[in-house]
């Protein structure tokens, strides 16, 4: 979670956040390209978990972080961003070299953000879509207060996008009009 500083907590939370999930789209989606694999009669779907800590439209990034992040065409550059950020950490230049201080968390959701966008160009076969479940009765939603909904309450955006209709969206964020709020979610800026 954000405000953990120091290296081991950066390196932990981008292998949990952002490393180990573009390690999963990596691995299936080859896999998923089979017609019909979906069960639905149509494309298969990726769903990640992101955040409202990553969006860059009202995020902690500067200028030229959340330009080079939202324009990334490969997963090396999203990748290089994210050995980047690491290096930042490491040498204690976050603020110097346009990186938020101790927002690890927001950092990583905003790498995912960025491999997502890409895995969706690179895979036109898959819907690949990335969404903010809202605040959630969770462990983590519980350190900073009492979450506005429920675990199931959160599952409707992610759930809408990984079996209903949602017209063929891909490479899209999606979330509700707050993190309190409880429906099924709409396409966003992140």
Do not use: H
Not at 93 to 112: F, I
């Amino acid at each position: 979670m954000d405000g953990k500083q120091g290296i081991e907590p950066a390196e932990k939370t981008l292998a949990t956040n952002f490393t180990g999930t573009l390690g999963m789209m990596s691995a299936f989606s080859p896999l998923m390209r089979r017609p019909g694999l979906d069960g639905l009669g149509g494309r298969s779907r990726i769903v990640n978990l992101s955040s409202v800590g990553g969006k860059l439209s009202s995020g902690p990034y500067g200028k030229e972080i959340a330009s080079r992040l939202k324009s990334a065409e490969t997963l090396d550059e999203v990748e290089q961003l994210g050995r980047e950020y690491l290096e930042a950490v490491r040498t204690k230049r976050e603020k110097s070299s346009g990186w938020p201080t101790g927002k690890n968390y927001s950092v990583s959701k905003a790498l995912l953000n960025a491999a997502s966008e890409v895995v969706a160009r690179e895979n036109g076969d898959i819907l690949v879509n990335f969404c903010c479940p809202g605040w959630c009765d969770s462990d983590m939603g519980r350190l900073i207060g009492q979450p506005g909904k429920s675990n199931e309450e959160g599952a409707r955006v992610p759930l809408k996008l990984a079996v209903e209709d949602i017209g063929g969206s891909t490479g899209k964020y999606w979330e509700n009009e707050s993190v309190y709020a409880k429906g099924s979610g709409r396409v966003a800026e992140w």
